[in-house]
Nanobody, 118 residues
Framework: QVQLVESGGGLVQAGGSLRLSCVVS????????MGWYRQTPGGERELVGH???????DVPSFARGRFIISKDNSKNAVYLQMDSLEPGDSGRYYC????????????WGQGTPVTVSS
């Protein structure tokens, strides 16, 4: 059974940093592309970045130079390091199997909230 537990969110001032963690069970990280996503109230869930089973990470242009995705297969964990945070980065952050997100079949965990104050 798949379980995704996100943590590490919080309240931070603009320009600050946060490191989010996602502990994964039921998904083999070595062979699965995982993603981080965020959602604002009333907004759609959007991709923040993804990392392949082989460890190749990519983030969209708004996150480039600020966000880094990494993972530790031995700990069944995926991480999102966020630097130079902006108020527009506020939202609830989730991790999931990227294929499930793309196919619209994802089941979501609780996520972790991020609030960036100006």
């Amino acid at each position: 059974q798949v379980q995704l537990v996100e943590s590490g969110g919080g309240l931070v001032q603009a320009g600050g940093s946060l490191r989010l963690s996602c502990v994964v069970s039921g998904i083999p990280l070595r062979t699965t592309t995982m993603g981080w996503y965020r959602q604002t109230p009333g907004g759609e869930r959007e991709l923040v970045g993804h990392i392949t089973g082989g460890g190749i990470a990519d983030v969209p242009s708004f996150a480039r130079g600020r966000f880094i995705i990494s993972k530790d297969n031995s700990k069944n964990a995926v991480y999102l390091q966020m630097d130079s945070l902006e108020p527009g980065d506020s939202g609830r952050y989730y991790c999931n199997r990227h294929f499930d997100f793309l196919s619209g079949t994802a089941s979501w965990g609780q996520g972790t909230p991020v609030t960036v104050s100006s």
